[in-house]
Protein backbone atom coordinates (compact mmCIF):
# COMPACT_ATOMS: atom_id res chain seq x y z
CA UNK A 1 0.00 0.00 0.00
CA UNK A 2 1.35 3.40 -0.72
CA UNK A 3 4.10 2.17 -3.27
CA UNK A 4 4.33 2.27 -6.73
CA UNK A 5 6.15 0.55 -9.19
CA UNK A 6 9.66 2.72 -10.07
CA UNK A 7 8.22 2.28 -13.79
CA UNK A 8 4.84 3.10 -13.50
CA UNK A 9 6.45 6.87 -12.52
CA UNK A 10 6.26 9.76 -15.71
CA UNK A 11 8.35 12.65 -14.47
CA UNK A 12 7.49 16.02 -16.09
CA UNK A 13 8.22 19.46 -15.11
CA UNK A 14 5.38 20.04 -13.13
CA UNK A 15 5.34 16.89 -10.97
CA UNK A 16 8.70 16.52 -10.34
CA UNK A 17 8.92 18.60 -6.98
CA UNK A 18 6.53 15.79 -5.86
CA UNK A 19 7.25 12.66 -7.98
CA UNK A 20 7.61 9.55 -5.60
CA UNK A 21 7.08 5.85 -5.66
CA UNK A 22 8.23 5.10 -1.64
CA UNK A 23 6.43 7.82 0.59
CA UNK A 24 7.34 7.26 3.71
CA UNK A 25 4.03 8.13 5.39
CA UNK A 26 1.40 6.55 2.19
CA UNK A 27 0.06 4.12 4.84
CA UNK A 28 -0.97 6.29 7.59
CA UNK A 29 -2.55 8.89 4.80
CA UNK A 30 -4.26 6.31 3.11
CA UNK A 31 -5.50 5.01 6.85
CA UNK A 32 -6.40 8.49 7.82
CA UNK A 33 -8.06 8.69 4.26
CA UNK A 34 -10.33 5.68 4.69
CA UNK A 35 -10.90 6.42 8.59
CA UNK A 36 -12.37 9.69 7.95
CA UNK A 37 -14.39 9.12 4.63
CA UNK A 38 -12.26 11.15 2.43
CA UNK A 39 -11.34 11.00 -0.93
CA UNK A 40 -8.39 11.62 -3.93
CA UNK A 41 -8.27 12.96 -6.53
CA UNK A 42 -6.04 12.84 -9.37
CA UNK A 43 -4.56 16.49 -11.51
CA UNK A 44 -3.13 16.39 -14.07
CA UNK A 45 0.29 18.82 -15.22
CA UNK A 46 -2.22 20.61 -17.18
CA UNK A 47 -4.65 21.52 -13.75
CA UNK A 48 -1.07 21.74 -11.39
CA UNK A 49 0.11 24.52 -13.76
CA UNK A 50 -3.77 26.14 -13.79
CA UNK A 51 -3.69 26.20 -10.44
CA UNK A 52 -0.57 28.26 -10.10
CA UNK A 53 -1.41 30.46 -12.34
CA UNK A 54 -4.55 31.15 -10.77
CA UNK A 55 -3.13 31.22 -7.72
CA UNK A 56 -0.40 34.10 -9.17
CA UNK A 57 -3.32 36.54 -11.21
CA UNK A 58 -6.13 36.21 -9.04
CA UNK A 59 -4.66 35.96 -5.52
CA UNK A 60 -1.00 37.04 -5.93
CA UNK A 61 0.52 34.46 -4.89
CA UNK A 62 3.34 32.07 -6.09
CA UNK A 63 3.78 28.95 -6.17
CA UNK A 64 5.45 25.88 -8.36
CA UNK A 65 3.07 24.07 -9.97
CA UNK A 66 3.44 20.88 -7.92
CA UNK A 67 3.14 23.10 -4.80
CA UNK A 68 -1.00 23.35 -6.23
CA UNK A 69 -1.38 19.56 -6.04
CA UNK A 70 -3.79 20.16 -2.92
CA UNK A 71 -5.46 22.72 -4.46
CA UNK A 72 -5.96 21.18 -8.04
CA UNK A 73 -6.91 17.64 -5.97
CA UNK A 74 -9.98 19.77 -4.57
CA UNK A 75 -11.08 21.70 -7.91
CA UNK A 76 -11.20 18.15 -9.70
CA UNK A 77 -13.68 17.14 -6.63
CA UNK A 78 -17.17 17.10 -7.78
CA UNK A 79 -19.03 19.93 -6.26
CA UNK A 80 -20.78 18.26 -3.43
CA UNK A 81 -17.38 17.42 -1.82
CA UNK A 82 -16.00 21.02 -2.26
CA UNK A 83 -19.49 22.62 -0.84
CA UNK A 84 -17.98 24.36 2.98
CA UNK A 85 -15.14 25.53 3.71
CA UNK A 86 -11.54 23.92 2.87
CA UNK A 87 -7.83 24.62 4.26
CA UNK A 88 -5.80 23.98 1.00
CA UNK A 89 -2.09 23.46 1.95
CA UNK A 90 0.66 24.73 -0.80
CA UNK A 91 4.42 23.63 -0.12
CA UNK A 92 7.28 24.40 -1.74
Known amino acids: VGELAPAARRETAANEP ?4 RSAHAA ?3 SAVRAT ?3 AHEATD ?3 ALM ?3 LAELDG ?3 SPAACATLAGLAA ?8 T ?3 VLTA
Open 52 to 54: AYE
Open 37 to 39: GGT
Open 61 to 63: IAA
Open 77 to 84: APAAQRAG
Open 18 to 21: RLNW
Open 28 to 30: AAL
Open 86 to 88: HVV
Open 46 to 48: AEL
